[in-house]
């Protein structure tokens, strides 16, 4: 399947959406923050899932960061995060956020998402 990175400063998070997706059959990079991501972000990373309130670099400046990476422009990225007012998917939206999942999430919303923003 696809190498997917998850980015979240909860380390039970980071364990629940990776679980999820092992059970899926992708394989998990994880990372703590925007910056530990940013380290890590090389090779066949077809996706990230990021938090968006994290310390060090939250996760709009993750995606604009990604976004200015040639090799990652047009990757999906998902938001997932406890926020969910307008004012702040709009934010994710122009910094370049594929999509928006709402925390605590169901194993199976977030793999309806990955499903479809994978194709």
């Known amino acids: 399947m696809a190498l997917i990175m998850t980015v979240d400063d909860s380390a039970s998070v980071r364990q629940m959406v990776s679980f999820t997706l092992k059970n899926d059959g992708h394989e998990v ?12 972000l090389s090779g066949p990373i077809k996706m990230v899932i990021t938090d968006l309130n994290m310390p060090n670099m939250d996760g709009i400046a993750l995606i604009k960061n990604i976004r200015a990476n040639a090799a990652y422009k047009f990757i ?9 007012q307008a004012a702040k998917k709009q934010d994710g939206k122009a910094a370049g956020a594929t999509g928006w999942v ?7 919303q977030l793999l309806a998402v990955v499903k479809k923003v994978l194709r």
């Open 102 to 108: 709402v925390k605590p999430f169901k194993p199976e």
């Open 76 to 84: 999906p990225i998902i938001m997932l995060t406890t926020e969910s």
């Open 29 to 40: 990079l994880e990372a703590c923050d925007g910056k530990d991501a940013l380290s890590k």
